[in-house]
């Protein structure tokens, strides 16, 4: 994969830090965007798009004017403007392609409310914005303590600190409506800066907070993805994958993204199988669908009555049907000799299909070993129902009345 979001980057789509797009920075494989249009020679006349793609910290990104006209190559930091004061970002794609990037989030270029982007970060600014990220973990902490002791029903996931510090964005997820009054009162004495809060979605927050998942590499709504849409349960349904939860759930403790990404192709897939309703008729007897394997293309059909699935080919189900639409039976499901075997077999078992399996079986057994120990062992018992003296009273009392004995 092409590295186009390093700092070390000085324009070129390889990696200016030599780790080949495995940097532990997390600049790398950041909602990057591969500038393909990097080596190409440009005519003489041709004057730079001025819109220029800015990240931040997580997954935001957002479009500024370069109306300075600078020379931006991604990875820059620049200072853009704000609501309040300034903010530092990176610049993350500039050129040809951030016009399709606003096509696709449905920008216009002509728009009046777009911010600009002032100059390039000295290094000043730089360190500046480095001292209030440094302190955000421990800012976040005490964001909690207060949300805590105030009981509100909410998490706070994520915290970011513009580059000047005049303003700080908590990020926060929760089930329902909160009041922020007090809270808001309380952190804007703790932190001295304007606060503003904003909820976001489980998925966002994941997305924001990062982390590896059960695939073994980066969250995809971390590192590419931007849009995120609904998952249904009918995905894993359709897939034939078994409603597990915990496989099926990712860290944000909702259903997969990666769900949907092959979701059409079983759609597709699935229109070639037949349909569970439709019965299979043969000279052995009806058969009915009982599970099928789209990736393999088979599927498994199971005779009335009987509990042994047969595989049959997507070819062979299809041939049957065509046969039974004609008038037609087939001696069995399968074509071969042992896949008949297979068919009678199942039909020679008998109503009661436990057999010899009964869990009654050995009953009558249990009974005559009672009565055998009960004849043999009758006068070894007796001993055992002898009548015991409850009392110590009913002992023997024939001596007690005896004098001691002298002993001398």
Known sequence: MGCGSCGNNNGSHS????NNGACSTGSCNKLNVYNWLTDMVLPEDYEPFNIVEVRFKGSK????KNVNHLELFTGDKVIVDSDVGYDVGEVSLAGELVKLQLKKYGIDENNSEMRTIRNLANEDEIEKYQKFKDIEQES???ARTIA?????????????YQGDGKKVTFYYTSEGRVDFRELIRRYASEFKSRIQMLQVSYREEASRLGGIGSCGRELCCSTWLTDYKVVSMGAPKTQNLSINM?????????????????????????KSFPNEKVKLKTESGLASLK?????????????????DWIP?????????????KKGKTPATLSDTAKGAEIAFKTLEYKDDLLGENDLTRMDHKNKKTNKKRGHKGGNKNRKFNKPRNKAKGNRDNSNRNQKPRDNN
């Open 246 to 270: 915990l496989k099926l759930s990712g860290q944000c403790g909702r259903l997969k993204c990666c769900l949907n990404y092959e979701l059409e192709t079983y759609h597709e897939a699935l």
């Open 148 to 160: 805590l002791q105030l009981r509100l029903k909410m998490k706070i996931s994520d915290i970011e």
């Open 291 to 307: 599970k099928i394997d789209i990736l393999k293309g088979t599927a498994w059909y199971c005779y009335e009555r009987s509990f």
């Open 140 to 142: 976040l902490e005490k």
């Open 15 to 18: 990696p200016g830090c030599g």
């Open 61 to 64: 990104k957002q479009f500024y």
């Open 312 to 324: 049959l080919d997507l070819n062979r189900v299809n041939e049957i049907i065509a046969l039974n």
